[in-house]
């Protein structure tokens, strides 16, 4: 076999590879991280909890203060790994649950992001805000351990 | 003459600043519902624009919200050949955790279908509501103040507690010293499952204007309703009862009875087929309600595109002692925006 010519193809299969990630168009389920704004939100939930604040059933932190839900979209992977994993439900049904919530007057939508870093700025920026996603790009974001764990 | 001065002007825009400001600060969201069907019955085909429910909500302070919701609907009495409806101005304000008070025109929370669904069509699990609406029973709306809990403890336990204008009251005024009173509460031990409970009291004056007839004799009310409803991944089931009771001079004490049951399956996110039975039973001696016992069953089959674009195919079968029976096939299409 000539390995001149399996060099590039090695190449170029790896930089398809890193593309694909990168867009997230291939993505596992990979980890996700519970990040909150440092007034309000405590350091650490259990599971339980944690999916009652998601669902828009516990409505206030312990100090009073509103709770904000940051989600990504639905339609975008971290978004529907979010659905699925946190919530138990599809990207729709997601958006039925919160359109339900509203309609009834017994609560608020979160707030959809398209990017990550538009998440974490908002939580960061927002008191009583919660949000998720996968990786913390901003060192200064505050993680929420859930149940002992840096990732859910 | 009314003259702009510098100082005026100064305070316009500083008013200017502040309002623009306050409103830029706050949280408004508008959003409507709308359906058209198309219907056949008698060997006619019709083709209707239903309701289109204007629907906003707004957070103006970390405690205290707004929501509203405005149907456009046809109406054959009015010159533009529609009618505008407010079917709730609702001022709520949380006073501690899943707390609150809340003032305006509510949906009386007095089961789960007028508490659940309002005038959202996309929600409906079937095109139309049960026979207990069109028959009267329910007292759809109450102006008034009321106080509500949600999701405490782990049976999610909620309450509604309503005092409002009775029935026969207008938006702005009631029409007798007596105020109807609602109670209602629920639990939700299972994800998808919640089982309610109402009790409702009105005392209903002698000339008081209801739904076109006009009340003859004093009557006392109490409505009691039970609920279960459970939406889950694979099943759909929703049942109501309601007892109604009309007192006159506490002599007569009439009984209506009005319970429907739904079912659907869930083939898969999107098709639903499923089917409604509902009836209604009046005393011979009612003396508040239009007394015509009605049976009705309704099958059909829902696809739901998403979440905000829904259609439904459905046969409907009304049985009513004076009307007698009425066949109908009727499609439509719900969507939300």
Redesign the interface.
Same mark, same amino acid.
């Given at each position: 076999m000539d390995k001149r010519k399996l060099i590039p193809v090695k190449c170029w299969t790896f930089l398809l590879a890193v593309i694909l990630v990168s867009t997230g168009h291939v993505r596992g389920q990979g980890e996700l991280t519970v990040i909150g704004n440092g007034k309000s939100v405590p350091s650490a939930l259990n599971m339980e909890d944690l999916g @009652?604040i998601l669902k828009g059933?516990?409505?206030?932190w312990n100090d +009073?203060? !509103?709770i904000v839900i940051a989600l990504m979209k639905t339609n975008t992977p971290i978004g529907s790994d979010t659905c699925l994993r946190v919530y138990?439900m599809?990207g729709?049904?997601l958006? !039925?649950h919160f359109? @339900?919530l509203?309609?009834? +007057?017994?609560g608020?939508a979160p707030t959809f992001f398209t990017s990550v870093r538009d998440l974490e700025e908002f939580v960061s920026n927002t008191p009583g805000a919660i949000g998720i996603l996968d990786n913390v790009s901003d060192p200064s974001t505050r993680v929420i351990m859930v149940d002992g764990k840096k990732a859910i | 003459m009314w003259k702009l001065t510098a100082k005026t002007f100064i305070a316009l825009v500083i008013l200017f600043y502040i309002g623009v400001n306050s409103l830029w600060g706050q949280k408004t969201h508008i959003r409507g519902f709308i359906e058209a069907h198309t219907s056949l019955e008698d060997s006619k085909v019709s083709f209707g624009l239903g309701e289109q429910d204007l629907f906003i909500t707004s957070e103006i302070s970390d405690r205290l919200s707004f929501l509203g919701e405005t149907v456009f609907a046809f109406s054959g009495t009015s010159e533009s050949s529609f009618k505008v409806s407010i079917e709730r101005v609702v001022l709520k304000y949380n006073f501690k955790g899943n707390h609150s008070l809340l003032l305006g025109k509510h949906h009386t929370p007095i089961n789960y279908w007028n508490d659940s669904y309002h005038h959202g069509r996309v929600f409906f699990p079937t095109i139309e509501r049960p026979l207990l609406f069109s028959a009267g029973i329910i007292p759809i709306h109450t102006t008034g103040l009321s106080i509500q809990g949600q999701n405490l403890g782990d049976l999610r336990f909620g309450y509604d507690f309503l005092i409002g204008n009775g029935i026969g009251s207008s938006d702005i005024l009631d029409n007798d010293k007596h105020k109807s009173i609602t109670a209602a509460a629920h639990i939700k031990p299972a994800d998808g499952l919640k089982l309610g409970a109402s009790f409702y009291y009105d005392i209903i004056s002698k000339g008081a204007s209801v739904h076109g007839h006009d009340v003859s004799e004093q009557i006392k009310q109490s409505l009691l309703t039970a609920s279960v409803a459970y939406f889950g991944k694979k099943f759909e089931v929703l049942a109501e009862g309601t007892l109604a009771t009309n007192r006159v001079n506490d002599v007569l004490r009439p009984h209506t009875t009005a319970a429907y049951l739904y079912t659907g399956i869930k083939l898969d996110e999107h098709w639903v087929p499923y089917m409604r039975i509902d009836n209604v039973h009046f005393e011979n001696d009612e003396v508040f309600f239009d007394e015509e016992n009605a049976t009705a069953f309704v099958g059909g089959i829902r696809y739901e595109i998403n979440y905000l674009a829904v259609v439904k195919l459905e046969y409907q079968f009304i049985h009513g002692e004076v009307s007698g029976d009425n066949n109908k096939v009727i499609a439509q299409v719900a969507v939300g925006f």
């Amino acid at each position: 076999m000539d390995k001149r010519k399996l060099i590039p193809v090695k190449c170029w299969t790896f930089l398809l590879a890193v593309i694909l990630v990168s867009t997230g168009h291939v993505r596992g389920q990979g980890e996700l991280t519970v990040i909150g704004n440092g007034k309000s939100v405590p350091s650490a939930l259990n599971m339980e909890d944690l999916g @009652a604040i998601l669902k828009g059933e516990t409505q206030r932190w312990n100090d +009073g203060k !509103k709770i904000v839900i940051a989600l990504m979209k639905t339609n975008t992977p971290i978004g529907s790994d979010t659905c699925l994993r946190v919530y138990n439900m599809s990207g729709n049904e997601l958006n !039925k649950h919160f359109l @339900a919530l509203v309609f009834q +007057g017994r609560g608020d939508a979160p707030t959809f992001f398209t990017s990550v870093r538009d998440l974490e700025e908002f939580v960061s920026n927002t008191p009583g805000a919660i949000g998720i996603l996968d990786n913390v790009s901003d060192p200064s974001t505050r993680v929420i351990m859930v149940d002992g764990k840096k990732a859910i | 003459m009314w003259k702009l001065t510098a100082k005026t002007f100064i305070a316009l825009v500083i008013l200017f600043y502040i309002g623009v400001n306050s409103l830029w600060g706050q949280k408004t969201h508008i959003r409507g519902f709308i359906e058209a069907h198309t219907s056949l019955e008698d060997s006619k085909v019709s083709f209707g624009l239903g309701e289109q429910d204007l629907f906003i909500t707004s957070e103006i302070s970390d405690r205290l919200s707004f929501l509203g919701e405005t149907v456009f609907a046809f109406s054959g009495t009015s010159e533009s050949s529609f009618k505008v409806s407010i079917e709730r101005v609702v001022l709520k304000y949380n006073f501690k955790g899943n707390h609150s008070l809340l003032l305006g025109k509510h949906h009386t929370p007095i089961n789960y279908w007028n508490d659940s669904y309002h005038h959202g069509r996309v929600f409906f699990p079937t095109i139309e509501r049960p026979l207990l609406f069109s028959a009267g029973i329910i007292p759809i709306h109450t102006t008034g103040l009321s106080i509500q809990g949600q999701n405490l403890g782990d049976l999610r336990f909620g309450y509604d507690f309503l005092i409002g204008n009775g029935i026969g009251s207008s938006d702005i005024l009631d029409n007798d010293k007596h105020k109807s009173i609602t109670a209602a509460a629920h639990i939700k031990p299972a994800d998808g499952l919640k089982l309610g409970a109402s009790f409702y009291y009105d005392i209903i004056s002698k000339g008081a204007s209801v739904h076109g007839h006009d009340v003859s004799e004093q009557i006392k009310q109490s409505l009691l309703t039970a609920s279960v409803a459970y939406f889950g991944k694979k099943f759909e089931v929703l049942a109501e009862g309601t007892l109604a009771t009309n007192r006159v001079n506490d002599v007569l004490r009439p009984h209506t009875t009005a319970a429907y049951l739904y079912t659907g399956i869930k083939l898969d996110e999107h098709w639903v087929p499923y089917m409604r039975i509902d009836n209604v039973h009046f005393e011979n001696d009612e003396v508040f309600f239009d007394e015509e016992n009605a049976t009705a069953f309704v099958g059909g089959i829902r696809y739901e595109i998403n979440y905000l674009a829904v259609v439904k195919l459905e046969y409907q079968f009304i049985h009513g002692e004076v009307s007698g029976d009425n066949n109908k096939v009727i499609a439509q299409v719900a969507v939300g925006f």
